[in-house]
């Protein structure tokens, strides 16, 4: 354990013959927790975290979260480290909450010997310093850790959280750090150690739970409200590669409350690289809900799967909600990684409703993977498949905007796609396929081929087609959904199912007998050059990713 006298250092300046001082900041203090009691440090801000009058120095967790904030921020991030003897897993029960921390500091449960943050997709942790709030009291205020006013850029890592009233962390400052923790599941990743609100609660701006390594991932499940939740009134956070509502090899189910609630603007969920993924499966409400809030995306996920990507997981509930005034909210893509995985959920796959006031609008909903949901792929209004009306005027969630009706003949790979909207306007059409049509009749959209632009003539009538070669099977479906200049995408349109056009069969080849050679006679004489007329070229709109997707004339 370092320690140090708090002695400044002094500069002395001679500038123009003036003698200035300055009391240079010393680096930030390590301490070292060795013992499991719940009793205060002795003297906090002396530098010396110690609990009890006997020789050597006894600290444990709370009396260094005591001597951290008495000493008060530094120059770089406060340590707090674990070495505490014996076989783990050392369990500390508070029998009141910690203090909250008001300095930026590290607390790191993995520098506890033999405890190591996940090594890859599939290992869990193995974590052997668990905070068990049993004893800690009740109330709303009884969290596990929180980072206080002043605590901005600080690290919680390799914890176990469990079993406190309120929440597992509370964030309440910014750019702070949440990686390689159980947040409401015990040690063995299987044992549910609920939290009585959230595993983490974030009300600050710039905060990252999880992030782009292995070794960052978060488990958070079992906690009786949100698994997450991100408060009104903050922006940029960022929640990428955790298991959220799972066991912590991600497998099966042990479900929070809900997954992850959203109330704020301008927050990501996911990301376009494998690993920022998250497993937001089997919590017994809704995977991911985004509540009268703007331009949120949400990119890349699992929502109702395994870490597997095929074991079913589901959510009690739909897997991704957009209610009240939410705006500009993102949910998948068509760029590479983009796009969600939204399968085997109660629910809906993504619904967009009011939620007593307001309509959402403008929400786009492309290139994710969605099928086998118990309700529709894409729900606008939760009243089931919409009707398209003439001109599409009409108003409420996603503008209701029409979606495509598609024709596929018998025998034909010629997919023609019609839409009927506003007039001398460009829609984003995307295509589906998926093994089977949904019960409905409409969606949903097991694979995304691709798509592209239709642009609606005067009267509001636009159509488009693809050849479809080489991308679909006999019995296929496929469905569609259009997306408007502002964002509102629809509902999947009516499927369509794949028949191949027969084989031929090959004629046999006859072999001829030879005859004599013909005598060669004179070349003739060129009479004239021949002219190779031009085949007239259409104006075409073209799909980004279909091989061939015109308009039509």
């Known amino acids: 354990m370092k320690q140090f006298a708090m002695i400044p250092m002094v500069l002395l300046l001679l500038i123009g013959g003036w003698t200035v001082t300055r009391a240079l900041v010393p680096t930030g203090v390590t301490l070292t927790v060795n013992w499991l009691t719940d009793a205060s440090d002795m003297n906090p801000g002396d530098g010396i975290c110690d609990v009890s009058v006997?020789?050597?120095?006894?600290?444990?967790?709370?009396?260094?979260?005591?001597?951290?904030?008495?000493?008060?921020?530094?120059?770089?991030?406060?340590?707090?480290?674990?070495?505490?003897?014996?076989?783990?897993?050392?369990?500390?029960?508070?029998?009141?909450?910690?203090?909250?921390?008001?300095?930026?500091?590290?607390?790191?449960?993995?520098?506890?010997?033999?405890?190591?943050?996940?090594?890859?997709?599939?290992?869990?942790?193995?974590?052997?310093?668990?905070?068990?709030?049993?004893?800690?009291?009740?109330?709303?205020?009884?969290?596990?850790?929180?980072?206080?006013?002043?605590?901005?850029?600080?690290?919680?890592?390799?914890?176990?959280?469990?079993?406190?009233?309120?929440?597992?962390?509370?964030?309440?400052?910014?750019?702070?750090?949440?990686?390689?923790?159980?947040?409401?599941?015990?040690?063995?990743?299987?044992?549910?150690?609920?939290?009585?609100s959230y595993g983490i609660g974030v009300g600050g701006n710039d905060n990252v739970v999880g992030g782009p390594l292995h070794v960052q991932r978060n488990v958070i499940s079992a906690n009786e409200a949100d698994g997450l939740r991100i408060y009104s009134n903050v922006e940029n956070n960022t929640v990428a590669n955790n298991f959220i509502g799972v066991t912590a090899d991600g497998m099966s189910a042990l479900g929070n409350g809900n997954g992850i609630y959203v109330g704020s603007n301008n927050n990501t969920i996911g990301g376009t690289i494998a690993i920022a993924r998250n497993v937001i499966s089997g919590n017994t409400g809704f995977g991911v809900r985004v509540n009268s809030v703007a331009g949120n995306v949400v990119q890349g996920n699992m929502i109702g799967l395994a870490r597997d990507g095929s074991t079913?997981?589901?959510?009690?509930?739909?897997?991704?909600?957009?209610?009240?005034?939410?705006?500009?909210?993102?949910?998948?893509?068509?760029?590479?990684?983009?796009?969600?995985?939204?399968?085997?959920?109660?629910?809906?796959?993504?619904?967009?409703?009011t939620n007593v006031v307001g309509v959402p609008v403008q929400n786009p909903i492309r290139g994710n993977r969605i099928y086998s949901n118990n309700g529709l792929g894409i729900d606008l209004g939760g009243d089931g498949v919409d009707v398209n009306d003439s001109g599409d005027g009409d108003t409420g969630e996603n503008e209701r905007q029409n979606y495509p009706v598609l024709s596929l003949p018998p025998g034909s790979?010629?997919?023609?796609?019609?839409?009927?909207?506003?007039?001398?306007?460009?829609?984003?059409?995307?295509?589906?396929?998926?093994?089977?049509?949904?019960?409905?009749?409409?969606?949903?959209?097991?694979?995304?081929?691709?798509?592209?632009?239709?642009?609606?003539?005067?009267?509001?009538?636009?159509?488009?087609?693809?050849n479809l070669a080489g991308l679909v099977s006999e019995g296929d479906s496929l469905t569609a959904v259009a997306t408007d200049p502002n964002g509102n995408s629809s509902e999947f349109s009516a499927c369509v199912t794949v028949t191949l056009p027969p084989t031929p069969t090959p004629t046999p080849t006859q072999t001829a007998t030879p005859g004599p050679s013909p005598t060669p006679g004179p070349s003739p004489t060129p009479t004239g050059t021949p002219v190779i007329e031009p085949t007239p070229i259409p104006s075409y709109d073209f799909f980004i990713y279909l091989p061939v997707i015109v308009r039509l004339p």
């Open 312 to 353: 079913a997981v589901p959510n009690g509930s739909d897997g991704i909600q957009i209610l009240g005034l939410a705006v500009n909210n993102v949910v998948g893509g068509i760029g590479a990684g983009e796009g969600n995985r939204i399968a085997n959920n109660l629910g809906h796959g993504v619904l967009v409703d």
């Open 413 to 466: 790979l010629i997919l023609t796609g019609a839409l009927e909207s506003q007039p001398n306007t460009q829609y984003a059409v995307d295509v589906y396929r998926s093994d089977s049509c949904d019960p409905s009749g409409y969606g949903e959209g097991q694979e995304y081929l691709g798509g592209g632009l239709l642009t609606t003539d005067a009267s509001g009538y636009g159509e488009a087609m693809a």
């Open 54 to 196: 006997n020789g050597g120095e006894q600290c444990n967790l709370r009396a260094a979260i005591e001597e951290l904030n008495a000493l008060g921020p530094d120059a770089t991030l406060h340590h707090i480290e674990f070495d505490i003897p014996g076989t783990g897993p050392f369990t500390f029960t508070p029998a009141s909450p910690f203090p909250p921390i008001t300095v930026p500091l590290e607390i790191d449960g993995a520098t506890q010997p033999g405890a190591a943050c996940p090594a890859d997709g599939m290992t869990p942790a193995t974590l052997l310093v668990v905070l068990d709030g049993s004893n800690a009291g009740t109330g709303q205020t009884v969290d596990g850790l929180v980072l206080d006013a002043g605590s901005d850029g600080s690290v919680i890592r390799g914890l176990v959280i469990g079993n406190f009233d309120s929440e597992g962390i509370r964030i309440l400052s910014h750019d702070n750090r949440v990686r390689c923790n159980h947040l409401g599941l015990g040690a063995d990743g299987v044992t549910a150690m609920s939290n009585g």
